[in-house]
């Protein structure tokens, strides 16, 4: 995308830092170190260099897929992804409190997160690529609109159904709770999938 993180999200990554990267593979949580894989994304306007990440999803798109394999990728610059390399041996020392309090510190000086004027022109773009045992490949990209302000509609939208009965009670990914196209019912959100040959 093309907006920037909130201080909270920040924080959050700093706090991530010391423990590596995280995937699934055999329907497992599996600890990597930092960085530790990177591959091409094809985007709908270009290929951009992606590296793994310990992002949610290895949790979420398991519990509403069953996909027992799975990798989350970022898109970042080259010299991004090299920093973060960097950092794999700097793990011991960035778990220290000393040093999560000053980062957070330099954090809460420096950073003011997306304003309103970013947020509404800002957007997403995501890609997902599934492969069957066979081979068999199938790609799928969604625009949306700035991550926060998207955040901010569906959870508004997931309330308002939950508080309409519309969904059984219980803990579930909100595919799984409103269906596997819920994303598309908002707003500047546009989900292409399709075959790879």
Known sequence: GDGSSSRGTTKTMIEALPHGGKVRRDGRLVSVPTAHETREIPFRDKT????????GDVST????????NITVFLALPPGQIRGMKALRHAAPVLGTSLVQRGLKALVEA???GPDAQLRERASSTIWGQVRNAAGDRVEATLTT?????????TAVDATLRLANGEVEAGAKTPSLAFG??????FEDCDLRVGAVS
Not at 61 to 68: D, F, H, L, R, V
Not at 145 to 153: H, S, V
């Open 48 to 55: 951009r260099l992606g590296v793994a990440i310990p992002w």
């Open 61 to 68: 798109a398991y519990q509403s897929t069953g996909i027992p």
């Open 180 to 185: 596997a196209d819920y994303i598309t019912c």
């Open 110 to 112: 420096t950073m003011t």
């Open 145 to 153: 609109p700035e991550g926060y302000t998207l955040t901010a509609r």
